[in-house]
C-alpha cells in the first residue's frame, strides 16, 4: 500500500509535470529545489531592466528564490498573473509576451506580438491575456494558457492611420477598456466571445490621454490628458457609458513648466473617501474628494511626483519622484494630509510595491543594484536584496485585484 507521504509527494508534482515543456536551453532560468509543497501568495517578481531578466522573491522571508532570463527588453516592462498565482505574463518594451511559471522558474511560453508594447491586462475570469501596443498600435487578445493568438483589434484616428494604445485596463465579464492616444478616443471592448470582439469607442475625451486607471471597485475609468488640463472619466456602471470632464485644472496649469517625466495614474491612492493624484509638472499630491471628483487639497512634497501609492489599509500615501529628486520617498499621513516622514533609500527610485497586508513595501533602487524593504509602520529598513538595475515590483497579490 503507498503511503500518505509518498502519495502526497506524487500528488505535488503532478502540476509542474503538466505545466508545459521545458524552456529552449538558450533560456537560462534557476530551477528550484526539489522540497515540498509551496504557496503562491507571497510571492512576486522583480524586473531587472537592463539585463532582461527577472529576480524571484518571496516576501514573507523577504528574500530572493531565483532567477529568469531571456526575457528581452524590459526597459518599461510590466506583470500581470494567473488567477492561482502561478504564471507572470511579463509584456516587455520589445513587443514580447512571456509567460514564466513562477514555481518552476522557468519560461514556458513567449510570443513577440508587436514591435513597441507598453503593458497589458488579464481578464477577470484569468483566461484571456491582453497586450496594449504602441506599434502597429491596437491591442491583442491571447489564450492565457497557450498564448495562443485570437484577436487583433486595431486602434484607428478619424483619418484612418493607426493610434497608440495607453491605460489598458480589465473589467468583469472578460471586458477590457483602454484609450487612444493619437484618437483622442475610450475604447471598451467585450471579449464574451474572444475570437469576434465587440468594441465601444468613445470619442472626443480630450487631447493625448497619457495613462488610465481604474478605481478599485471597478465603477470609474479615469484618464489622464497630455494635451491639454483635466481628466477623462469614464462612468463604467451608466447603462450607456460616456466620458465626462473632471479636475479641470489637472495639468501643467496656466504657467509653463518642465515635465522631467509623466506621472503614473496606475499607482493612484485611494484612501477613504480621498484620492491623491500626482500634480503634473508641480512639487504637490491633489487630494479629490471621490463623491464629487473635485479637488479639495493639495500637498506640497519634495519633487514632481511619480507614483502615489496607498498603502491596502488607506493609512499611508507613499510618494516617489522624478529626476533631480529620484532618491527620495515621502510618506504622508492619511488622517492630517501631511508629509510625516522623508526617507532615501537609494539612487534612482523607480517603483514600490506594498505586500498585500501592506506591513511593508518594496522599494526598487535602480543605480544602486538594490531593493530595500521598510516595515511601514515603524518606518525602519528590514532588508536589502541586490538585484541588477531593478525597476518594476510586482507581487502575485495583484491577480486578485481589478485593474493591476
Excluded at 524590459?74 to 511579463?90: I, P
Excluded at 522558474?105 to 475570469?125: K, Y
Excluded at 484571456?128 to 494558457?145: E, M, S
Excluded at 481628466?231 to 509653463?256: F, K, N, S, T
Aim: proline share 6%.
Amino acid at each position: 500500500m503507498m503511503n500518505r507521504r509518498t502519495l502526497l509527494s506524487l500528488s505535488a508534482s503532478a502540476p509542474l509535470l503538466a505545466s508545459g515543456c521545458a524552456a529552449p536551453s538558450s533560456l537560462a532560468t534557476s530551477a528550484p529545489p526539489a522540497t515540498a509543497l509551496q504557496g503562491t501568495g507571497d510571492l512576486g517578481v522583480v524586473i531587472e531592466r537592463a539585463q532582461g531578466a527577472l529576480t524571484l522573491v518571496n516576501t514573507s522571508r523577504r528574500e530572493a528564490i531565483g532567477r529568469v532570463t531571456g526575457l528581452g527588453d524590459l526597459s518599461h516592462a510590466s506583470v500581470v498573473f494567473s488567477r492561482d498565482e502561478r504564471f507572470a505574463y511579463v509584456f516587455g518594451r520589445d513587443g514580447g509576451l512571456t509567460q514564466v511559471d513562477i514555481l518552476a522558474r522557468r519560461i514556458t511560453a513567449r510570443v513577440m506580438q508587436a514591435g513597441n508594447s507598453i503593458g497589458g491586462a488579464i481578464s477577470a475570469d484569468g483566461s484571456l491575456v491582453v497586450a496594449q501596443n504602441y506599434t502597429p498600435g491596437g491591442i491583442k487578445v491571447f489564450d492565457a494558457a497557450t498564448l495562443e493568438l485570437l484577436a487583433d483589434l486595431p486602434a484607428l484616428t478619424p483619418g484612418g492611420e493607426r493610434s497608440r494604445v495607453v491605460g489598458l485596463a480589465d473589467l468583469p465579464q472578460r471586458r477590457f477598456i483602454y484609450s487612444l492616444f493619437d484618437a483622442g478616443a475610450i475604447c471598451i471592448a467585450d471579449c464574451a466571445d474572444p475570437r469576434k470582439p465587440r468594441v465601444t469607442t468613445l470619442e472626443g475625451i480630450g487631447k493625448q490621454p497619457y495613462d488610465a486607471l481604474v478605481s478599485p471597485n471597478g465603477r470609474h475609468y479615469i484618464a489622464g490628458l497630455f494635451g491639454e488640463d483635466g481628466l477623462a472619466m469614464v462612468d463604467l456602471w451608466e447603462e450607456q457609458p460616456r466620458a465626462r470632464r473632471i479636475l479641470g485644472g489637472y495639468g501643467r496649469g496656466q504657467q509653463p513648466l518642465p515635465v522631467y517625466k509623466m506621472p503614473h495614474l496606475r499607482g493612484w491612492a485611494v484612501a477613504g473617501r480621498h484620492a491623491y493624484l500626482p500634480a503634473i509638472g508641480r512639487h504637490e499630491v491633489l487630494i479629490v474628494d471621490t463623491a464629487t471628483w473635485a479637488e479639495v487639497g493639495r500637498i506640497p512634497v519634495a519633487g514632481q511626483p511619480v507614483f502615489v501609492m496607498a498603502r491596502p489599509d488607506g493609512r499611508q500615501v507613499w510618494v516617489n519622484f522624478s529626476v533631480p529628486d529620484y532618491n527620495r520617498v515621502q510618506v504622508i499621513d492619511t488622517p492630517s494630509q501631511r508629509v510625516v516622514q522623508t526617507l532615501e533609500p537609494g539612487k534612482a527610485v523607480l517603483h514600490m510595491e506594498f505586500t498585500p497586508r501592506g506591513e511593508s513595501v518594496w522599494i526598487s533602487c535602480r543605480d544602486d543594484n538594490r531593493v530595500q524593504v521598510y516595515d511601514t509602520h515603524t518606518l525602519q529598513a528590514q532588508a536589502t536584496l541586490p538585484v541588477d538595475a531593478p525597476s518594476g515590483i510586482f507581487f502575485t497579490a495583484r491577480a486578485q485585484r481589478m485593474g493591476f
